[in-house]
Structures are given as structure tokens and as C-alpha cells.
């Protein structure tokens, strides 16, 4: 897998430009970049970064990124599951 497999996954979904970037950092988003011989996977927020991952090979920085942002939308899923059953005032 290479950065432009999850580019195409992340854009089949939707998601891309809104939680989560490809190549780019943006603020508040998730980040798959190079930099330099490595790639990097944090979340960038008011010009800070948390790196999550830093990885030599191309592949599994990228399956590691799809798996973070998996598990981001079952988070956010679950959420709004469980905001939707809630009683109304």
C-alpha cells in the first residue's frame, strides 16, 4: 500500500479535507506525511504536533494510518448511535 491507495480510500469515503489529510498538514486533521526517509502519522492542532507514528517503510505507515482512521469513524459512529437513543427534553 502507498500514500495514493489511502488518498483513494480516504476520498471514497468522504472524509478527506474534513478530519483527515493526505500529504498535506492542515489544522486540526489527522496527517499521513514523508518527511524526509520517514513517515509520519499525527494530529496537527494549533501548530503543534502529536505524533502518533513514525515509520521507514511507506506500507506500514499506511496501514497503520487507515487503522487509526477506522477506528476514528467507529468512535464517532458509536457516538452518534448513542446520541440519537437518547430521550428528548
Known amino acids: 500500500m502507498n500514500i495514493n491507495d489511502v488518498a483513494k480510500i480516504i476520498q471514497t ?3 478527506l ?3 483527515y489529510s493526505v500529504g ?3 489544522e486540526n486533521q ?3 506525511m514523508r518527511e524526509g526517509k520517514n513517515w509520519l502519522i499525527y494530529h496537527f ?3 503543534e504536533r502529536d505524533i502518533m507514528g513514525e515509520f521507514e517503510d511507506e506500507d506500514e505507515a499506511c496501514r497503520f494510518y487507515i487503522n487509526k482512521v477506522a477506528d476514528n469513524v467507529r468512535s464517532n459512529e458509536a ?3 448513542r446520541m440519537a437513543r437518547e430521550d428528548k427534553p
Do not use: A
Open 17 to 19: 479535507n474534513q478530519s
Open 13 to 15: 469515503t468522504g472524509l
Open 79 to 81: 457516538f452518534l448511535r
Open 30 to 32: 489527522l496527517i499521513l
Open 24 to 26: 498535506l498538514e492542515r
Open 45 to 47: 492542532e494549533r501548530g
